[in-house]
């Protein structure tokens, strides 16, 4: 499976932003999928995930009450709906499988300016 994840951009804290990842090769819609960040000098940390039905959600605290994820499986596409963005939210999105990741791909670069 590939994933390409889109949507990222420069914005001021506050603002909002809707990061989309399209899996193209296999379908994704039996798998956990979650997003990921990776800010500068940092490891790559969870952000949320959920379900292959969409019914669990899971989120990293810091992002709880202010991230939505969610996907539609008749487009193979998992979404990261971003609210309230904070400074300390910059970093490359990733979306992968949660148990075995496939090839992380580019990510999207998250840019939250103070």
């Known amino acids: 499976v590939q994933l390409q994840a889109s949507g990222g951009g420069l914005v001021q804290a506050g603002d909002s932003l809707r990061l989309s990842c399209a899996a193209s090769?296999?379908?994704?819609?039996?798998?956990?999928l979650g997003w990921f960040r990776q800010a500068p000098g940092k490891e790559r940390e969870f952000v949320s995930a959920?379900?292959?039905?969409?019914?669990?959600?899971h989120y990293a605290n810091s992002v709880k009450g202010r991230f939505t994820i969610s996907r539609d499986s008749s487009k193979n596409t998992a979404y990261l709906q971003m609210r309230s963005l904070k400074p300390e939210d910059t970093g490359v999105y990733y979306c992968?499988?949660?148990?075995?990741?496939?090839?992380w791909g580019k990510g999207t670069q998250v840019t939250v300016s103070s």
């Open positions: 992968n499988r949660v148990t075995i990741p496939w090839d």
């Open positions: 090769g296999r379908t994704a819609s039996k798998y956990v």
């Open positions: 959920i379900s292959w039905g969409g019914r669990d959600t």
